[in-house]
């Protein structure tokens, strides 16, 4: 005899263990971007080398962790100054694109600079292309 509220189907175990998979999935994700922290912090006091800050704007579902390599190829060839626009998940780029003007400004503000770099992918890229 089967208990209440089970369909008697197998396939509604599947569900849960995807539902697990994908949160193991998310926690890895984090736990695996700790160590990339450090080579994500903003760096605007650097004053050696390229004098034009550099602001990098991620993808949808990215962080600022994911332009690390981007970051130190530059370093290597005397860009160091870096400023990561951070953002949750979300499409709605018309108001990303108002707190990524706010952004800049901030950093022209605090670097005494007219201008900064932007370094785009993906919806980080239609952000500042609407900007």
């Known amino acids: 005899m089967g208990r209440q509220g089970d369909t008697g189907s197998w396939t509604g175990g599947l569900g849960s263990l ?3 998979g994908s949160e193991l ?3 890895v994700r984090v736990v695996g971007t700790l160590p990339w922290r450090a080579a994500a912090a903003d760096t605007l006091d650097d004053g050696d080398g390229h004098p034009v800050p550099v602001v990098l704007v991620h993808g949808l579902l990215g962080d600022a962790t994911n332009f ?3 970051r ?3 370093a290597r060839h005397g860009i160091r100054r870096f400023s990561s626009f951070r ?3 979300r499409l709605d780029y018309q108001r990303l694109a108002i707190r990524l003007g706010e952004h800049v400004r901030a950093v022209c503000r605090g670097t005494a600079t ?3 770099d ?3 992918h993906s919806l980080g890229g239609l952000v500042a292309r609407y900007f």
């Open 118 to 120: 932007v370094v785009a």
């Open 68 to 70: 690390a390599t981007l």
């Open 25 to 27: 999935s998310a926690l």
């Open 18 to 20: 995807r539902v697990l």
């Open 114 to 116: 007219a201008q900064v």
């Open 87 to 89: 953002y949750l998940p």
């Open 72 to 74: 130190r190829h530059l």
